[in-house]
């Protein structure tokens, strides 16, 4: 016989509301009591952390070209020997003095995100060639039906995002510059526009 299906319905998705980056930085937006501090806000690194001190900073910006107030942003990276702080790194130990993850809520007034980090080593892609430095960047806010993800290379490593085996992939180079942070002085500019001509590179993970 037959068995029926369908009988276990798929549940509407969700957005992630207007309140995700309350829940996930209470602190931040002055509920206090509910953990000693955010998690993931503030530096990625400490005074003993090994590599070049930079600062990335963006903002999440919309079809209409307004930036989003109550988006959070979440950065992954390699430290700067290209490793990763993770119990699945098999090619050496990281900089136990980089967390190599943090968080960064917008900013209410101008919907900036910040990360005082360091810029990351090279990493080898699965075929073993190796990719140039950049972080993976995780977005979400109201509207948001799943978490995007994208990623931000750095300007100045022109000969490096050249030979990069993802950026290759791309099947429309004039969209390569959505990835691409401009650095100026110490810190790298990357905003991430949702829609639009400038629609940022989000990549399926």
Same mark, same amino acid.
């Given at each position: 016989?037959?068995?029926?299906?369908?009988?276990?319905?798929?549940?509407?998705?969700?957005?992630?509301?207007?309140?995700?980056?309350?829940?996930?930085?209470?602190?931040?937006?002055?509920?206090?009591?509910?953990?000693a501090?955010?998690?993931?806000?503030?530096?990625?690194?400490?005074?003993?952390?090994?590599g070049?001190?930079?600062?990335?900073?963006?903002? =999440?910006?919309? %079809?209409?070209?307004?930036? #989003?107030?109550?988006?959070?942003?979440?950065?992954?990276? !390699? *430290? /700067?020997?290209?490793?990763?702080?993770?119990?699945l790194?098999t090619?050496?130990?990281?900089?136990?003095?980089?967390?190599?993850?943090?968080?960064?809520?917008?900013?209410?007034e101008?919907?900036?995100?910040?990360?005082?980090?360091?810029?990351?080593?090279?990493?080898?892609?699965?075929?073993?060639?190796?990719?140039?430095p950049?972080?993976?960047?995780?977005? =979400?806010?109201? %509207?948001?039906?799943?978490? #995007?993800?994208?990623?931000?290379?750095?300007s100045?490593? !022109? *000969? /490096?995002?050249?030979e990069?085996?993802?950026?290759?992939?791309?099947?429309?180079?004039?969209?390569?510059?959505?990835?691409?942070?401009?650095?100026?002085?110490?810190?790298?500019?990357?905003?991430?526009h949702l829609?639009?001509?400038?629609e940022?590179?989000?990549?399926?993970?």
């Amino acid at each position: 016989m037959v068995q029926p299906l369908g009988y276990l319905k798929e549940s509407p998705s969700q957005t992630a509301g207007p309140y995700v980056h309350i829940g996930l930085t209470p602190n931040f937006v002055g509920i206090h009591g509910i953990y000693a501090e955010d998690l993931g806000v503030g530096a990625l690194v400490n005074e003993k952390t090994r590599g070049e001190r930079i600062v990335i900073r963006g903002r =999440v910006i919309d %079809g209409s070209g307004t930036p #989003l107030k109550d988006a959070l942003v979440e950065i992954w990276q !390699a *430290d /700067a020997a290209g490793l990763y702080n993770s119990p699945l790194e098999t090619r050496g130990k990281a900089d136990e003095n980089f967390s190599g993850w943090g968080r960064s809520p917008a900013h209410f007034e101008t919907g900036e995100f910040v990360f005082e980090t360091v810029k990351p080593g090279r990493v080898p892609f699965q075929d073993g060639r190796l990719m140039a430095p950049h972080v993976t960047l995780w977005i =979400v806010a109201r %509207g948001i039906n799943i978490g #995007l993800h994208t990623r931000m290379y750095f300007s100045d490593e !022109a *000969d /490096a995002n050249a030979e990069d085996p993802v950026l290759a992939r791309i099947e429309h180079k004039v969209r390569i510059p959505t990835l691409i942070g401009q650095r100026d002085g110490d810190a790298y500019q990357f905003d991430i526009h949702l829609q639009g001509e400038r629609e940022t590179v989000f990549f399926d993970m």
